[in-house]
C-alpha cells in the first residue's frame, strides 16, 4: 500500500500521512488488495471529491456500500478514508468500495428532517467551537456543541472571536467559564491579531482539526490565516441584526502549509442533537445529582434534590439545569437501555425497522 500523494503536473510525491493517513488505517487499507486510500475532500449531495495517490478526483459510492449501508451514518463524509477503484480519472469517476473505520465522528440531526442524522465531518482531532463575542455569544448553544463534540470524540475547544466587538470581556469569561468545564476557550480577534497562535499550537503534521459555529463567526477568517493566505470567502456580519452571513457553502477539507489538515463547515445557526454526551458537558450536575435524595431524580420537584440544592444557593444557574433536560428529552437518552437505545436510533433515522428495510430496497433499487 503506498503512503505517498502524486500532485497533478509534479514528479514528486506527498507523503499520504500529512493528509491523516495514520498506520492504523494503513494496516486497515491493505486488507483491500486491489484497492487504493483516498480521504474524501468533499461532499456534494451523492458525489464526493477524494485525494487519491495521483491527486483529487471525483468518486461516488458503489452498489453493494449502498444497499449494504444501514444508515447515513454508513456513507463517506468529509474527513473519511475510503477504498477506491482507480488512481485517476481517465476511465471515469471513482468508485468507493469501503469506508475505513473511523477514529472520531462528528454528527447531527439533520435540519428539516424529523429522523435523519447528518455526519458533519469524519476523523477529526480537535473541534474548534466558534462563536462570536458580539450578539452571537449564546451560553444554551456552546452546552450543545459542547455535548456532541465530546460524543464525538475529538477534543473540543471554544474560541471566542471578535473580541474587538466586546465591551466587558471578563465577564463574559467568566460565563463561558461555568459550561466549558474540560475544554479550553481561546480568545481571538482579527482587528487586534490576538489568538491565533493558541489555535496554531494545537496543529502538528496529520492531525485534522474542525472548524464549526454559526455564520459570520469568523471560521472562513481563521482558515485563511492558518492557511496564510485567502483560500475561502468571507463575509461581514449584517449591520442591522449583528448576524453573520454564510461565507462557506459545503464541507471541505484543506491541507494546511505548516502541517496538519483543517475541514471548514458551513454555518449552523440551528443545530439539533442526534446524540451526545450530556455525562461530559453538564459533569457538573451530573456530580450534583449523584448525591440526590432518589437515584432516578428529575431535579423538579423531588424532596432532597443536590441540583435544585445548588440552584437555590446559586451555585449553579437554573438556565444551565433546564437547557440540560431539554436536551436530555431532544436526545431521547432518559431511562433507555442498550436495546431500547439502539431502537431509539433507528427510529430516529428511518421511523421504523421495516421503514429501514424498505429505504434499504429503494437505494438498491436505484
Partial sequence: ????????????????????????????????????????????????????????????????LAYTADGVLNFPAVGDWVMIDRMDESAGKAVIHHILQRKSVFTRKAAGAANAVQVVAANIDVVFICMSLN??????????????????????????????????????????????????????????????????????????????????????????????????????????????????????????????????????RELQLYSGNLAKSFEDIEELAANCKFPDCTHLKEPGCAVKRAIEAGELAEKRLANYLKLQKEIGYEGLNFRRLEMEKINRMFGSKGEMKQAMRQVKKK
Avoid at 468533499?42 to 495521483?54: A, F, N, P, S, T
Avoid at 474540560?182 to 502538528?204: D, N, P, R
Fill in 1 to 64: 500500500m503506498s503512503l505517498k500523494l502524486k500532485i497533478p503536473g509534479e514528479m514528486d510525491y506527498i507523503n499520504l500521512k500529512k493528509y491523516g493517513f495514520s498506520d492504523s488505517f494503513a494496516q486497515e487499507a491493505a486488507l483491500y488488495p486491489g484497492l487504493f486510500a483516498a480521504r474524501v475532500s468533499e461532499q456534494h449531495r451523492e458525489l464526493y471529491q477524494v485525494i487519491g495517490e495521483q491527486g483529487e478526483l471525483a468518486a461516488s459510492v458503489s452498489g453493494k
Fill in 135 to 268: 450578539a452571537d455569544f449564546n451560553l444554551r448553544r456552546v452546552e450543545r456543541y459542547l455535548s456532541i463534540a465530546w460524543d464525538s470524540r475529538a477534543k473540543p475547544v471554544v474560541v471566542l472571536t471578535k473580541a474587538d466587538l466586546c465591551h466587558d470581556l471578563p465577564r463574559r469569561l467568566g460565563e463561558i467559564s461555568t459550561v466549558s468545564l474540560g475544554a479550553e476557550v481561546i480568545v481571538c480577534s482579527c482587528l487586534e491579531e490576538t489568538g491565533y497562535q493558541s489555535i496554531a499550537s494545537y496543529i502538528t503534521p496529520g492531525q485534522t482539526i474542525a472548524f464549526i459555529g454559526s455564520s459570520g463567526v469568523g471560521k472562513s477568517t481563521l482558515i485563511n490565516r492558518l492557511m496564510g493566505r485567502e483560500v475561502l470567502a468571507t463575509k461581514e456580519i449584517r449591520p442591522d441584526d449583528d448576524r453573520g452571513r454564510h461565507a462557506t457553502t459545503h464541507r471541505q477539507l484543506l491541507l494546511l502549509p505548516n502541517g496538519g489538515i483543517a475541514i471548514d463547515t458551513p454555518g449552523m
